[in-house]
């Protein structure tokens, strides 16, 4: 519990419409983007500078109260839930582009500034940020930043922490500090731009960002290619990259995401189909033609029942929104969404969904996948119902083995979503006791209250290894 003492702090530094501390306010924020994690904030506080964050930092620091930092709550592992109570710290009021510099390529913000808003504002002045999250309508580039976030351009140009240049942030202890600048190159000390970067709200809060542009790619193709079979799709995949082309976009739907996102979006998808590739590419004219047209042969060569190019920008931009819009698809079918992103290595792409699949058929549960294939990051889904406590156990099973086989076939617990709360008790089976014990350093040296978004990373429980046989 907060005191009404520091409340009335608060009140006095942000002004009292910016603290929230009703029941029903504080209610929207005691959860997020995932389902079944849910615990009430004492107080909820919207600060409009970083001279304020520096105040209210330091009021938590001297009583030990939790912050919880907070974009547009769509992460998908309970990264924002206040599972230790505090104060929920958001940034609507922090929501400006400083600066556009065309001349060093950056752009300048504050952490709450929409994703889109900001691709936008760059784009037209014919500039490109690639990160693209499906969530780029509503998530905020804070959010992007701590959670590392990727989309469906990363295969060719990366993720989130392939664009941050430069960061202020204020540490647990109240220090305000920078990192990097509009530099292309800085060795000067440990590199805590990307430190700071994919730590999940945990070390510190982000309160300006620096990223890096590229220029505006002059020309972009879209195509669609239908599968009889899984494996064809995945050796197509395969064939795409050993043939040397890196893809703008190369993701992939089963069937049953297909069918959700068919009746979702609308836009006459097949879906008989057992597997799509929806592949993109940009750059010069000539070499977009040209790759298009290798990637189609490959396609065909390797089984597609059907290859199509999209014959215009609306058809293009009408296949993509329905891949972005996979999960809210999927969302529809039952009351909770349980959505996971195991990745694997590329090669292992095929033998990862067949395993999803029998993992699926094991515990009885049903599961779609879907995701970035170029880079083997699938999202296994599973549309369930949280009131039916059987289902639950068998679901969380599912995904423990479906976490097992991934690390197994060399891959990871999480390729973009973050651990958080979610998925906390399974890290160590990625990073070993001893990565875990580094981690846990790294965290004590910046925070030793343990202030910033308690419970979070680190479980107090490691799950037991399961080992899978299929
Ligand atoms: C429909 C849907 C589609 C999605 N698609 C993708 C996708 O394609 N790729 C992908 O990577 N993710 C995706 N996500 C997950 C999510 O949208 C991303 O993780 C996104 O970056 C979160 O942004 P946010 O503003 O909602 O952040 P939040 O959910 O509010 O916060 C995320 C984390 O960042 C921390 N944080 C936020 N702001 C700050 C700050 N200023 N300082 C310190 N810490 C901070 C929080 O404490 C938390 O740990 C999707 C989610 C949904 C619901």
Request: proline share 6%; aromatic share 4%; charged share 25%.
């Amino acid at each position: 519990m907060i005191s009404s003492e520091n409340i009335q702090t608060f009140k006095r530094i942000v002004g009292e419409d910016n603290v929230i501390t009703s029941s029903a306010g504080r209610l929207v924020y005691s959860y997020d983007a995932t389902p079944n994690f849910q615990s009430m904030p004492d107080a909820v506080i919207a600060p409009r500078c970083t001279e304020e964050i520096y105040k209210i930092v330091n009021i938590c620091r001297d009583n030990k109260i939790p912050i919880v930092p907070r974009g547009s709550g769509t992460n998908l592992a309970a990264g924002t839930v206040p599972s230790e109570g505090g104060i929920v710290l958001l940034f609507k009021h922090m929501n400006n582009i400083l600066e556009i510099d065309e001349e060093n390529l950056t752009v300048t913000v504050q952490p709450g500034v929409i994703t889109l808003d900001m691709i936008k504002a760059v784009e037209q002045k014919g500039l490109f940020y690639p990160p693209d999250p499906s969530s780029m309508k509503i998530s905020t580039i804070g959010g992007n930043i701590n959670e590392n976030s990727g989309g469906l351009r990363g295969l060719k140009y990366g993720v989130t922490r392939d664009y941050v240049m430069a960061l202020e942030a204020v540490l647990p202890n109240g220090d305000i500090i920078r990192t990097g600048g509009k530099l292309a190159k800085d060795v000067a000390g440990y590199d805590l731009t990307r430190l700071l970067v994919g730590s999940e709200g945990t070390l510190a809060v982000i309160t300006e960002a620096t990223l890096k542009l590229i220029p505006m790619p002059e020309t972009k193709q879209t195509m669609l290619a239908l599968y009889e079979s899984m494996d064809a799709a995945a050796k197509s995949v395969s064939e795409i990259i050993a043939a040397k082309i890196i893809p703008a976009t190369l993701e992939f739907l089963d069937r049953p995401t297909l069918i959700a996102v068919e009746d979702f979006a609308q836009i006459g998808l097949p879906t008989d189909v057992e597997a799509v590739l929806l592949i993109e590419q940009d750059g010069p004219p000539e070499i977009v033609a040209r790759d298009m047209e290798k990637m189609a042969d490959i396609c065909t060569r390797e089984q597609a029942v059907s290859v199509q190019i999209a014959a215009t920008e609306a058809e293009a931009l009408a296949l993509t929104t329905a891949r972005r819009s996979a999960l809210s698809a999927l969302a529809r079918l039952k009351p909770t969404t349980i959505l996971e992103d195991a990745t694997v290595p590329r090669s292992e792409i095929a033998n990862m969904v067949k395993a999803i699949n029998k993992i699926a058929e094991k515990h009885n549960v049903r599961i779609a996948t879907f995701g970035h294939a170029g880079d083997g990051n699938l999202h296994p889904t599973c549309p369930t119902d949280s009131r039916d406590h059987d289902e639950m156990e068998r679901v969380e099973a599912a995904f423990a083995d479906i976490f097992a086989k991934a690390i197994e076939l060399g891959g990871t617990i999480t390729g973009e979503h973050g651990v958080g709360m979610m998925k906390a008790p399974y890290l160590e089976w990625k990073v070993g006791p001893e990565g875990i014990a580094i981690m846990k350093a790294i965290k004590q040296s910046f925070d030793p209250e343990n202030i910033m978004n308690p419970g979070k990373l680190f479980a107090k429980e490691t799950r037991k290894r399961v080992v899978v046989t299929l």
